[in-house]
């Protein structure tokens, strides 16, 4: 490889005002593996080093490593850094570059065992309470209900499919064979409000995950898995939502897509909720009030209010979706009337949560992990993991910012770089392409995130490699980031088959950037390892080294040169005027370097000719 890089002779001709395509340059692409491991067990380095060796003998070269404790690197003990030794010795002996990850923006339990109080929270404004015996309790307007919520009656529901039927008091859905299985209710409920729904279910058989799905406009209000097994006795269930903009909401109690197997509905139950998983932090205050408009002391008025079971449902970090939430305690007299407006924590699918970025303290965070990251790795590259951001731009600190999601992540992203750029001076930054592509998850109503996540891209300069994973919608994916003039690696597989990069490959043949192809598995599947990296060979990677540009572009009074290059490498530029021979015209160090050429330069001779070369 490294004598490949230095048979390069011509990279750019440049005349006045244009500029010719590069000559074409073969290289192989990196072959890439993914490994989330915890890196605490020597055991797991015993298995490393087995899927290591196998890895340098099928031609791979770098290794994308995660471990949840790289977000708690302050909290390890001896023998996790002895451990950590030991894989970088491993490494370096195998020729495997090591790419360590770290940001878990989007996946963020890990960041928030340091603080769950700073994971993004939903708004609930003016909920109505009357203090009854020292504690002001709920008063909902209006009182939220199912009517027939027993199942006594399933006429009393909004609609239902015909293979829900009553049965003994109850709904029952058997062997649905494909066709959904529903039962609705339209409901009005308060805007910004938290409401919690119960349910108690029994299944014999069931094959398919029964869910409850909230939505109303182009939103669901819940994504929390309902946790029903196969076959179980009746058993209490728990959905909570936020109502956010909406009056009126359409609540399913439903199977969508199921086999076989029997379903029992009973005891549907929905109710107005407040502080449960109540946040505490300057970008999420608590405001009670009097009827009058006067706000409430806390600790004077009413006693401090926290809900003690907020994220720590295995550990700190880890949320559940319903306990019993805490009181307001005041000594108040009976019958006084208050609002409370709070924040209220929010996980999606299984216990996923996601950090306010907005908050002064995330960046603390963010900045200590680059920092003891790089003490304990030393890579030349570290992977950033924004991912699947679910909940975005609702907390005061969000909020008042007055940005739009697309904005508020484009600048965590600039403020990620800036960190690992300190850290780390000229090193290599990868990340995760969805959330900064429009073909993917950078798009308005994504999840429960406020806004249009559009511009997020904005925030990654070219020098950014992205990591694209989005195989349905490969070639919009890889022009738009190739166009917007980043380097790319595949990230492939996603536990389907070997076959699946041959697609992604032949599809990101005719892009510039190309640098590699991940061996992804999210299941540790590596049956296919060998195969994948055979494929990947057929293959020429599309990227030139150090992957620069030399452009001229037209200025009042003459011409600017500018040179796209990488940060920590250096390139010589030549000047010819008949192209027979070249004169050395300076040497630079990438970034991004410009030239005015003023026009009296130029007209001395108008056919000057300008090439890049990288040097080292
Ligand atoms: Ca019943
Ligand atoms: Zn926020």
């Not at 451990?83 to 495997?96: G, I, M, S, W």
């Not at 403020?415 to 959330?435: A, F, H």
Request: proline residues 4%.
């Amino acid at each position: 490889m490294k004598t490949w890089w230095k048979s390069i002779s011509l990279a750019f001709f440049l005349g006045c005002g244009g500029v010719a395509p590069p000559l074409g340059l073969a290289a192989p692409l990196q072959c890439w593996i993914y490994c989330s491991q915890n890196l605490w067990v020597d055991q797991n380095i015993n298995d490393l080093e087995v899927l290591f060796r196998r890895a340098a003998g099928a031609g791979y070269t770098h290794v994308l490593l995660a471990d949840s404790k790289f977000a708690k690197l302050g909290t390890m003990d001896a023998r996790y850094f002895r451990n950590v030794d030991r894989v970088k010795q491993l490494a370096a002996e195998l020729k495997l570059e090591l790419v360590p990850a770290l940001f878990s923006i989007g996946y963020s339990n890990d960041l928030l065992f340091h603080d769950p109080n700073l994971i993004e929270a939903l708004p609930v404004r003016e909920a109505l309470l009357v203090v009854t015996n020292s504690v002001a309790r709920l008063a909902p307007d209006p009182p939220a209900a199912f009517k027939g919520g027993d199942f006594s009656g399933l006429g009393l529901w909004s609609w239902k499919d015909a293979n829900v039927v009553a049965e003994n008091g109850t709904a029952r859905v058997t062997d649905p064979r494909g066709a959904n299985a529903r039962i609705v209710q339209t409901v009005p409920v308060q805007p910004f409000r938290q409401y919690h729904i119960s349910v108690r279910v029994k299944t014999q058989n069931f094959l398919v995950q029964p869910e409850v799905k909230v939505l109303a406009g182009n939103r669901a209000f819940n994504y929390n898995y309902l946790g029903v097994k196969t076959t179980q006795d009746w058993q209490i269930h728990h959905v909570v939502f936020n109502s956010l903009d909406q009056s009126q909401v359409n609540i399913y109690f439903g199977v969508w897509g199921g086999t076989t197997g029997t379903l029992w509905w009973d005891d549907a139950v929905l109710e107005e909720v407040a502080f449960l998983n109540l946040v505490r932090r300057d970008g999420a205050p608590l405001v009670v009030k009097g009827e009058d408009g006067a706000v409430l002391a806390e600790g004077k008025d009413f006693s401090p209010l926290k809900d003690p079971l907020m994220g720590v449902r295995l550990w700190p970090g880890s949320y559940d979706v319903y306990h019993t939430p805490p009181l307001l305690r005041t000594a108040l007299p009976n019958g006084t009337r208050l609002s409370a407006s709070y924040y209220h924590a929010v996980t999606v699918y299984d216990d996923q949560a996601m950090v306010c970025p907005s908050e002064p303290r995330t960046v603390e965070l963010l900045r200590d992990q680059a920092r003891r990251m790089h003490a304990a790795w030393g890579a030349k590259g570290y992977m950033m993991s924004h991912d699947e951001i679910r909940v975005l731009n609702w907390c005061a600190a969000c909020e008042r910012r007055q940005l739009d999601a697309g904005a508020i992540l484009a600048d965590n992203a600039r403020t990620c770089l800036q960190i690992l750029r300190e850290v780390n001076p000229k090193g290599r930054i990868y990340v995760w392409s969805d959330m900064f592509d429009p073909n993917h998850n950078a798009h308005k109503d994504y999840y429960l995130v406020r806004g249009d996540l559009a511009g997020s891209w904005e925030g990654l300069d070219r020098e950014v490699i992205i990591v694209t994973w989005y195989f349905n919608k490969r070639e919009a994916s890889l022009r738009f980031f190739a166009e917007r003039g980043h380097r790319q690696i595949i990230a492939g597989y996603y536990d389907s088959s070997a076959a699946q990069i041959r697609d992604w490959l032949n599809t990101a043949k005719q892009f510039r950037g190309i640098a590699g192809a991940m061996y992804t598995t999210w299941q540790r599947r590596f049956t296919d390892l060998e195969r994948f990296s055979e494929i990947v060979r057929e293959f020429q990677s599309t990227d030139l080294p150090g992957s620069f540009r030399l452009e001229a572009r037209r200025i009042e009074g003459g011409l600017q040169l500018e040179l796209l290059g990488e940060a920590g490498r250096y390139y010589a530029i030549e000047t010819s005027t008949g192209l027979s021979s070249w004169q050395g015209w300076t040497n630079v160090e990438g970034g991004d370097v410009i030239w005015q050429l003023p026009d009296e330069t130029l007209s001395r001779d108008p056919r000057q000719f300008y090439r890049a070369q990288w040097i080292k």
